[in-house]
């Protein structure tokens, strides 16, 4: 998978709301399946599926417990949420320079108006 | 999860001469870059014209008028919203900019918050049940078109 459709399968992945609170859960621990779906009120069937897309777009990985090789752990993979990061730190960028040009502008052309009111 | 940027700054004018400074001298303004390119031949020059359910365009030097987005609110000296679509990135799949104006003593804070993709589908699962294969797919043509830019600012 190159970095294009490894963008597209995230952006394809997070659209959806359900997605994004399994991976707002992740974020804060691993989780079984059976939890995740407690958590968040989906059946298990749809919760499955979720985790299926959530896996294909390599946000997600599975494991096994030590303890229980029935129970499939669940977690975040490690980078996955880059290219989100990247937009928002982008935009964040893009918007405080436009905002500095903004000032920038409104002190120059405040000091015109200021020069125009004196002559 | 968020897909929100929330930036603010002061100037030091009242918040009525701020929005108007902000929308009718938006070109005198605005700050070219070539990270965020709005159109594959640079910004132009960009416009608000029309008030609520106006747009936000962008005139290239040849004088093809691009639009950028349009205006959902207007509220002069108080809040401008406006969707923010550039011609790389598809009309359906949009983001949204939200700017308040607020007097802090003689000052006005400018807040700009722009609500990313991550936000838009919802719309499209309260009308459509589930964001459709299509709408996804324009999602993604956007965040490529918007890497390569990266890319080509990179020099990669």
Redesign the interface.
């Given at each position: 998978m190159n970095a294009a459709e490894r963008l597209d399968r995230t952006f394809a992945a997070l659209a959806e709301p359900n997605r994004r609170a399994v991976i707002e859960l992740l974020r804060r621990q691993p989780m079984s399946a059976g939890e995740i779906a407690n958590r968040l009120g989906l059946s298990a069937p749809a919760l499955s599926k979720h985790l299926k897309t959530l896996r294909a777009s390599g946000l997600v990985e599975e494991a096994r417990t030590d303890f229980d090789a029935r129970v499939r752990v669940y977690s975040l993979r490690n980078g996955s949420l880059k290219a989100l990061r990247r937009w928002l730190e982008d935009t964040e960028r893009l918007w405080s320079m436009q905002l500095s040009a903004f000032k920038a502008y409104v002190e120059s052309a405040d000091a015109n108006q200021k020069e125009a009111d004196r002559s | 999860?968020t897909?929100s940027?929330l930036?603010?700054?002061?100037?030091?004018?009242s918040p009525a001469?701020?929005f108007d400074?902000?929308t009718r001298?938006i070109a005198?303004?605005?700050?070219p870059?070539d990270?965020?390119a709005l159109t594959s031949e640079g910004d132009g020059a960009l416009a608000f014209t029309g008030g609520e359910g106006g747009r936000l365009t962008a005139t290239l030097p040849d004088g093809r008028c691009l639009e950028i987005g349009t205006i959902l609110s207007w509220q002069p000296g108080m809040h401008l919203a406006f969707t923010w679509c550039p011609p790389a990135f598809d009309i359906d799949q949009r983001t949204e900019v939200h700017v308040r104006f607020e007097a802090v003593g003689n000052e006005t804070r400018?807040t700009?918050e722009?609500h990313?993709?991550?936000e838009i589908?919802?719309e499209h699962?309260s009308r459509h049940g589930?964001?459709d294969a299509a709408?996804?797919?324009r999602?993604?043509d956007w965040?490529?078109s918007?890497?390569q830019g990266?890319r080509r600012h990179l020099g990669g």
């Amino acid at each position: 998978m190159n970095a294009a459709e490894r963008l597209d399968r995230t952006f394809a992945a997070l659209a959806e709301p359900n997605r994004r609170a399994v991976i707002e859960l992740l974020r804060r621990q691993p989780m079984s399946a059976g939890e995740i779906a407690n958590r968040l009120g989906l059946s298990a069937p749809a919760l499955s599926k979720h985790l299926k897309t959530l896996r294909a777009s390599g946000l997600v990985e599975e494991a096994r417990t030590d303890f229980d090789a029935r129970v499939r752990v669940y977690s975040l993979r490690n980078g996955s949420l880059k290219a989100l990061r990247r937009w928002l730190e982008d935009t964040e960028r893009l918007w405080s320079m436009q905002l500095s040009a903004f000032k920038a502008y409104v002190e120059s052309a405040d000091a015109n108006q200021k020069e125009a009111d004196r002559s | 999860m968020t897909s929100s940027v929330l930036v603010a700054i002061r100037v030091p004018t009242s918040p009525a001469r701020a929005f108007d400074v902000f929308t009718r001298e938006i070109a005198a303004w605005w700050q070219p870059s070539d990270l965020f390119a709005l159109t594959s031949e640079g910004d132009g020059a960009l416009a608000f014209t029309g008030g609520e359910g106006g747009r936000l365009t962008a005139t290239l030097p040849d004088g093809r008028c691009l639009e950028i987005g349009t205006i959902l609110s207007w509220q002069p000296g108080m809040h401008l919203a406006f969707t923010w679509c550039p011609p790389a990135f598809d009309i359906d799949q949009r983001t949204e900019v939200h700017v308040r104006f607020e007097a802090v003593g003689n000052e006005t804070r400018v807040t700009v918050e722009h609500h990313g993709w991550a936000e838009i589908p919802r719309e499209h699962v309260s009308r459509h049940g589930f964001p459709d294969a299509a709408t996804l797919a324009r999602a993604a043509d956007w965040w490529r078109s918007e890497l390569q830019g990266l890319r080509r600012h990179l020099g990669g």
